[in-house]
Structures are given as structure tokens and as C-alpha cells.
């Protein structure tokens, strides 16, 4: 569902004066449109691979040891059933910190009861360390409207860092990234049931605001470039935007276009613009 359309059906029912964009092509309904269907996707392939006898106890040791600071968020809905589960991606900042989006945790559409936070695997349903949440702040500034601020801090039990659980360092400073090649990670759209990772380029958000509008991209904003056939995607929502050594995370996976991973840039919370926000809630 496009911004515009979402926005217009919110002013007629509540009577409210919103500044909406003139036009976007940014999904709002986040969990109905692409997190429960994915999740649903996503447990089907890893039974799969149980039934036909692979081993699945976190898989993929090396890519693991890639990114160690990933972990994979499944969220139950506040309606209960089993079948509204959706996910997100995040990033392990300390012990008991994790980032992710806020439109994770409440949409205009749905809301979250917990998080069960997935650490040191490589599937979703099974292997790793799990913990469950429901202790997460979003920023005051959030927009289920617009995705402003698209921004949250989850507040985690107590995790023992391994080989493959680490935190990620936050991006400060004034260095914009563009020109670079970013990570991406996450669980999105991809050929089976594994966390999986793409290299894209950091582009100016002049560049991508020529697709979303200011609206959308403003200075708390960081693109990458989906050109190429690879690109972070739906169900990626979340989940980090590293530097290619993961050594410094600098962006927290927002937005795609609604026509698809490679119909547009693909749209992060800036990391360093949230810089004094984090660190106070660590």
C-alpha cells in the first residue's frame, strides 16, 4: 500500500491534517503485506530441509562467523494467532542491546506482543540462542506514516557473546558512506532458508529522493543502490547495514519500494544520526 493511499484513508476516518507526500511508493503495511507471508515461507523451508534429513542446528558456520552481530527477530502479533507471526531483522549492540526498526514492533496496521530475538544461527525456527522481549523503545519521533525515525532499541536478557554472537560497533561522526560498499544481512526474499548477505553501494540521498521524495529520505536517511539484480528485500526490514568488513554498523534496514527489491533504492535509518540516542540507552 502506497503512503499516499494510507494516508488519505487515515485523514477521512480520524479527521486528522497530516503532510503527506505527493507521491511514494513506500510499503506502510508492513507485517500484513510482507513479514507474516515471509515468515510463513521461511519455517515451511526450513522443515523442508528437515524432512528430507539436513541438519539444521544454526547452519553455515562460516557464514555465521561473517556477521556475528546479526540476529533475527520473530514477532508475535497481538492478535495470538499462530499464523500472524512475522519477522524482522536487528543488530546485537551489547549483551542485553539490540537495534532494530520500529515499524517491527507497531505499525498504523498492527502491533507486536514480544520479540523472540534469534542469535548465532543461520535459520529463523531453529538452532541459535533465543531470547524473548517485549521491553522495546521506540524513538519519539517515529512516523508509521512516513517511516521518520524508523528506529528501536530492544532491551534483551543478559546474551554470552561466542564465535558467532558479537556485538557491531556504532557509526558516528559525519562520514556520509557514499561511494562505499555496504553489507547487508537478513533473512529477505531470497532461494532458501539460510541467512544470506549482499554487497550494494551507498548512494546520495539526493539519488534517492529522486524516487521517494524529502518526504521519505531526509538527513536521518542512508540509501543503497539495487541495481544489478541483488539487493537487500523484503523481510530484511530491521536488520543492519554494515561496512563491507563489518566493523562499524551504519544504517538499520527501513524501506524498499513496493514494486519490488530492485524497483528503487533501498532506504536505512542512519546510524550516526541516532548516534546520541543509542549510546544513552546502552
Not at 31 to 36: A, L, P, V
Not at 125 to 134: D, I, P
Request: aromatic share 8%; net charge positive.
Amino acid at each position: 500500500m502506497k503512503v499516499l493511499i494510507a494516508l488519505a484513508l487515515i485523514g477521512l476516518v480520524a479527521g486528522a491534517v497530516i503532510d503527506a507526500p505527493a507521491s511514494s511508493s513506500v510499503e506502510i503495511d508492513y507485517h500484513n503485506k510482507i513479514g507474516i507471508p515471509l515468515a510463513a515461507r521461511r519455517k515451511a523451508a526450513e522443515e523442508a530441509l528437515r524432512f528430507n534429513g539436513v541438519r539444521i542446528t544454526g547452519g553455515r558456520t562460516g557464514a555465521l562467523g561473517n556477521y556475528p552481530y546479526m540476529a533475527g527477530v520473530i514477532i508475535a502479533l497481538t492478535n495470538g494467532r499462530t499464523s500472524n507471526t512475522s519477522i524482522c531483522g536487528s543488530s546485537l549492540l551489547t549483551n542485553t542491546r539490540a537495534l532494530t526498526a520500529a515499524h517491527c514492533w507497531a505499525t498504523f496496521f498492527t502491533q507486536a506482543r514480544f520479540f523472540t530475538v534469534v542469535l548465532g544461527s543461520a535459520t529463523l525456527f531453529s538452532g541459535g540462542t533465543r531470547v524473548v522481549t517485549a521491553d522495546v523503545e521506540l524513538h519519539s519521533g517515529y512516523s508509521k506514516f512516513t517511516l521518520a525515525n524508523d528506529i528501536a532499541i530492544m532491551r534483551l536478557p543478559w546474551v554470552t557473546y561466542s564465535n558467532n554472537i558479537r556485538p557491531i560497533a556504532i557509526a558516528t561522526g559525519k562520514e556520509d558512506f557514499v561511494g562505499t560498499w555496504a553489507r547487508v544481512s537478513g533473512w529477505g526474499v531470497t532461494t532458501d532458508a539460510f541467512l544470506s548477505h549482499v554487497l550494494a553501494p551507498v548512494i546520495s540521498n539526493e539519488e534517492c529522493a529522486d524516487t521517494y521524495t524529502t518526504h521519505i529520505v531526509r538527513d536521518t536517511t542512508i540509501c543503497v543502490a539495487t541495481t544489478g539484480g541483488r539487493a537487500p528485500c523484503i523481510g530484511d526490514a530491521g536488520g543492519p547495514l554494515a561496512t563491507a568488513d563489518n566493523s562499524l554498523l551504519i544504517g538499520v534496514m527501513s524501506f524498499v519500494h513496493d514494486r519490488g527489491c530492485n524497483a528503487g533504492p533501498a532506504g536505512f535509518g542512519r546510524v550516526s544520526a541516532y548516534a546520541a540516542w543509542i549510546q544513552a540507552r546502552l
